[in-house]
């Protein structure tokens, strides 16, 4: 799978928007950009994915850059239990049985109230 | 629906025994994956199964390492003769296709090797 680039970590202050970044220059035509996070001690959690138009769901927003290269996970309120590590992952289709997930290092997102 | 389960959640080991990690996928999933996390890591793929059949294994190490998805029951993840550096959370997921469809994690196994 294309490699993604993101922050280490960053910050927020509780009920404030977050924009969490991702670069994935090498991005091909078909690849989806996926968005995963994984709460303390917990298995990773799906948040959304898009393919080239913005996505919004109830959990968050996905705005894809128009060239395609970059992404970014808008969280509208953040709360404390947004508080969370933040995968930004590109998943091939091939049509076929590729299916795993390749985790980056991710964002830790820490909310302060 | 009840979510992935994954049990048992904690399981301690001694150096030379074997582990046997269970996944029960959400119903009507056929697609399960494992994941394993080293403590302070990321998540790294292991294997990716449908019911009966290893579609790919490229992430499990060689040796000691064995994973099935039988037609009744869960998949289960085998590691024989366990040694500390085993110690790690491992992740199931299930989905119900392959790439547009999400995975859904389970809570995971602590594997602690004395």
């Known amino acids: 799978d294309a490699k993604t680039t993101q922050p280490n970590s960053m910050e927020s202050n509780e009920e404030e928007p977050v924009h969490l970044p991702c670069n994935h220059s090498t991005i091909s035509g078909t690849d989806y950009i996926h968005w995963y996070r994984q709460l303390p001690s917990q298995g990773p959690e799906y948040v959304i994915h898009g393919l080239t138009s913005n996505v919004n769901n109830r959990m968050a927003s996905l705005a894809i850059a128009e060239d395609r290269k970059s992404s970014t996970l808008i969280l509208h309120r953040a709360t404390l239990r947004d508080a969370a590590v933040y995968y930004c992952i590109l998943r091939v289709n091939y049509g076929g049985s590729q299916g795993n997930l390749i985790f980056g290092k991710g964002t830790k997102l820490s909310v302060k109230p | 629906n009840a979510g992935v389960m994954q049990n048992p959640r904690h399981l301690v080991r001694r150096r030379g025994q074997e582990a046997r990690l269970r996944c029960s996928p959400m119903k009507g999933h056929s697609h399960v994956y494992w994941y394993r996390q080293l403590p302070e890591e990321g998540l790294k793929f292991m294997v990716y199964?449908?019911?009966?059949?290893?579609?790919?294994e490229s992430g499990m190490p060689k040796e000691r390492f064995s994973a099935e998805f039988p037609k009744e029951g869960p998949s289960i993840l085998r590691i024989q003769q366990v040694v500390r550096g085993d110690s790690a959370a491992y992740f199931c997921?299930?989905?119900?296709?392959?790439?547009?469809?999400?995975?859904?994690f389970g809570p995971g196994t602590r594997l602690t090797v004395l």
């Open positions: 199964l449908q019911k009966e059949n290893i579609i790919d």
């Open positions: 997921a299930s989905s119900a296709g392959v790439v547009e469809n999400e995975q859904f």
